[in-house]
């Protein structure tokens, strides 16, 4: 009885401690790649909520015209000065998609989902360079951000064949008429110089 007592506890001892010593320091470190991921993650879609938030912001408050009288001169300076606020936090959003796609991109299990995001970040930082208008900015990006935010902003088991296939056509017809604007407006000035 002791001998079995005695080989139960050192059976139990040297498990312990060669898990301790083998097998937790691995644990420990993927524990903390798969927390970077989700970390990674959330912060995407903390610049998708942003650019989403901004250029609602952006559409709803016009900037005022210097000709209306309803407007005095502090008032349009302030409602100045904060569009042109939304508007960066709208280029530091679209800053940190592009800088810092390795390392939430490859992160989903898909090519689907990958390119989903590749196509997306990288029109959306496209758009924000661009000429544009703010306005127009913010239009464009609302158009661009929604069917993506719909498949990664949604619930695992919520992101159904459907729902993807549907935001990447979305997303396709936004990235196109993107392009065909680009075009006009290039084949505009080609003929005016």
């Known amino acids: 009885m002791l001998e079995t007592m005695l080989i139960a506890l050192a059976t139990s001892l040297v498990t312990t401690v060669g898990t301790g010593w083998l097998v937790m320091p691995r644990l420990e470190a993927r524990k903390r790649r798969i927390m970077e991921m989700h970390q990674a993650r959330d912060q995407f879609l903390a610049m998708m909520l942003r650019v989403l938030s901004a250029c609602a912001r952006l559409r ?3 900037a005022p015209d210097s000709n209306d009288s309803g407007w005095t001169p502090v008032m349009r300076e302030r409602v100045g000065v904060e569009r042109a606020r939304w508007v960066k936090q709208l280029d530091e959003a679209t800053e940190w998609m592009v800088d810092n796609m390795e390392m939430y991109g490859v992160t989903w299990p898909s090519n689907l989902l990958r390119g989903l995001i590749g196509n997306y970040v990288t029109t959306a930082r496209w758009v924000m360079v661009s ?3 703010d306005d127009r900015k913010a239009e464009l990006l609302v158009e661009l951000t929604t069917p993506v935010w719909q498949v990664f902003g ?3 088991w919520q ?3 459907l ?3 549907r935001a990447q ?3 396709e017809a936004s990235i196109e008429e993107i392009s065909t604007e680009v075009d006009r407006q ?3 000035s080609a003929a005016v110089a």
Request: glycine fraction near 10%; hydrophobic fraction near 25%; proline fraction near 5%.
């Open 186 to 188: 290039n084949d505009a």
């Open 60 to 62: 709803n408050v016009e």
């Open 159 to 161: 992101r159904g064949p």
């Open 169 to 171: 056509r979305r997303l």
């Open 163 to 165: 729902r993807m296939a």
């Open 131 to 133: 000429e544009r208008q």
């Open 154 to 156: 949604s619930r695992g």
